[in-house]
């Protein structure tokens, strides 16, 4: 396997954690069945929601929870060894859940309702800032490339509108996006 491929693979690997960390809540306040929010009711300074219900406590925990899980048994698992540290995993499903609970905010300042569509921020805000919070920690790893990252990005904004439709047609979303 070539130094790119080898690399792509290592860091769709790596960002695992954070895909399976914001795409639990979906699917983890379905089965709770009840959902808390965050902000508890809460209004900024511009008279709007801090986030809105669609940020819960349910589902920061349990993002933060299953994206933590996945790591660790790759942690140990995976022959790739992509984490540096088995803190790694919780700070990249910490930033995924501190980017999508910042693109509420920014869509509350905005004026958008839930569920309303934000480009680029609803498909990459979660990654960046899950690996912003991992990169802070422990630095930018080896194999990543600016080539791996941008298709990285490229992958990420696919595969979040994919499974959002998906998940939308089994009815776990509302809304296909």
């Known amino acids: 396997m070539s130094g790119f491929y080898e690399n792509l693979l290592k860091v769709m690997v790596y960002v695992l954690p954070s895909y399976v960390a914001n795409a639990t ?11 808390t929010p965050i902000d508890r009711g809460l209004h900024a300074w511009d008279g709007r929601r801090l986030f809105g219900d669609g940020k819960t406590v349910e589902g920061l925990l349990s993002g933060i929870f299953a994206g933590t899980i996945i790591g660790i048994l790759i942690y140990y698992l995976a022959p790739l060894n992509v984490f540096r540290g088995l803190s790694e995993p919780l700070l990249l499903s910490v930033g995924a859940m501190g980017g999508d609970i910042f693109g509420s905010f920014v869509k509350r300042r905005l004026g958008m309702e839930r569920g309303k569509p934000l480009p680029i921020l609803d498909q990459l805000g979660f990654l960046i800032f899950s690996l912003l919070f991992s990169i802070s920690i422990y630095g930018v ?37």
């Open 141 to 177: 790893p080896e194999w990543l490339s600016i080539d791996v990252f941008l298709i990285l990005l490229l992958i990420t904004f696919i595969l979040h509108i994919t499974t959002n439709m998906f998940a939308y047609l089994i009815k776990l979303k509302d809304k296909p996006y």
């Open 25 to 35: 809540p979906v699917v983890a306040v379905k089965i709770i069945g009840r959902s």
